[in-house]
């Protein structure tokens, strides 16, 4: 979820559309793709944090997953605070490489 922290006298308003993937599928505001091109949502009812259900990027070995949303900020934002939980766990051998990584573009 993202929460956006507008000046003195407003209230903080959240951004990110269905940020928990809770509304599940079809129709979600999400943009999934992944490195091989595979038709994969990545919203799955696998290991969500709560509810029913949870994004599930990193299935596949040797694989690059993306969830992405747009999200307009509005010009006169103080701050914002983005937040994720994350659960990870792996077959892989040890010294294998894995990240999750939050990427803002302006």
């Given amino acids: 979820?993202?929460?956006?922290?507008?000046?003195?006298?407003?209230?903080?308003?959240?951004?990110?559309?269905?940020?928990?993937?809770e509304s599940g599928l079809p129709g979600t505001p999400w943009t999934a793709t992944n490195s091989q091109g595979r038709n994969d949502p990545l919203i799955y009812q696998t290991r969500p944090h709560s509810g029913a259900w949870g994004g599930w990027l990193?299935?596949?070995?040797?694989?690059?997953?993306?969830?992405?949303?747009?999200?307009?900020?509005p010009g006169n934002s103080v701050t914002m605070t983005l937040s994720f939980w994350r659960y990870v766990?792996?077959?892989?051998p040890a010294g294998a490489f894995g990240a999750v990584g939050v990427a803002p573009r302006y």
């Avoid at 766990?89 to 892989?92: D, I, L």
Wanted: charged share 10%; proline share 5%; net charge negative.
């Fill in 58 to 73: 990193g299935n596949v070995l040797n694989y690059t997953d993306t969830l992405a949303q747009v999200v307009a900020v």
């Fill in 89 to 92: 766990t792996s077959a892989e």
């Fill in 1 to 21: 979820s993202a929460r956006l922290d507008q000046p003195s006298g407003c209230q903080p308003t959240e951004l990110i559309a269905n940020g928990g993937f």
